[in-house]
């Protein structure tokens, strides 16, 4: 059964913008703290924004996209959203759906139990 499904990557030019999605299963949207991660080729898989809903309520971004990018839910939907504007070459990667059942700001990938397949962007220079 699919948890957690990405969808709207592509390819866009340097200073462009794209927004993603991520369909989660009803159970998960409610009572998990839902992220997004990137993993460039070779790399590590990193943190990139999260939406903590288990202890608080609120958005968290890595320092790298702070200000670039918004994370955003849909309660209708059970989705979330990140809104990526002033994308780099160096946000070139795949960018994945996580969830996690842990309270508060979680960042590294040990503290999610959920992943999705992923949805790949390329961002042209």
């Known amino acids: 059964q699919v948890q957690l499904l990405e969808s709207g990557g592509g390819v866009v030019q340097a200073g462009g913008s794209l927004g993603l999605s991520c369909a989660a299963s009803?159970?998960?949207?409610?009572?998990?703290?839902m992220a997004w991660f990137r993993q460039a080729p070779g790399k590590e898989r990193d943190f990139v924004a999260s939406?903590?809903?288990?202890?608080?309520?609120?958005?968290d971004y890595a320092d790298s996209v702070q200000g670039r990018f918004t994370i955003s839910r849909d309660s209708a939907k059970n989705t979330i959203y990140l809104q990526m504007n002033g994308l780099k070459p160096e946000g070139t990667a795949l960018y994945l759906c996580?969830?996690?059942?842990?309270?508060?700001?979680?960042?590294?990938?040990?503290?999610?139990?959920?992943w999705g397949q992923g949805t790949q962007v390329t961002v042209s220079s």
């Open positions: 009803e159970r998960i949207f409610r009572t998990h703290t």
């Open positions: 996580a969830a996690t059942g842990l309270r508060g700001p979680r960042t590294t990938t040990a503290a999610y139990g959920y």
């Open positions: 939406w903590i809903w288990v202890g608080g309520n609120r958005a």
